[in-house]
């Protein structure tokens, strides 16, 4: 019974990793590492709004619209507790 669970655990992660391993050409590979870096900018914008003491809704709204079309989820890929 152990045998059994173990392969099939194994089988598992192996089909998991394939699905999530995805081989990209140089030009989609340099397209993310633009995008990354439009959100971290987006993202430090947005710190920097708050650190001005404006209101939260404000640098929100901000970050959105820096974030449009760029990211996934209206906080552009990332959203903290409070």
Known sequence: MKHVLLTL???VTAITSAFA??????KERKEDI???RAMAAAH???AKC????KDENVCNKELQTACKGLAIGKYCGMKHEH
């Open 44 to 46: 430090e914008a947005a």
């Open 9 to 11: 655990m194994l089988s």
């Open 50 to 53: 708050l650190e001005a003491k």
């Open 21 to 26: 391993a995805t081989d990209h050409s140089d």
């Open 34 to 36: 633009s995008r990354h």
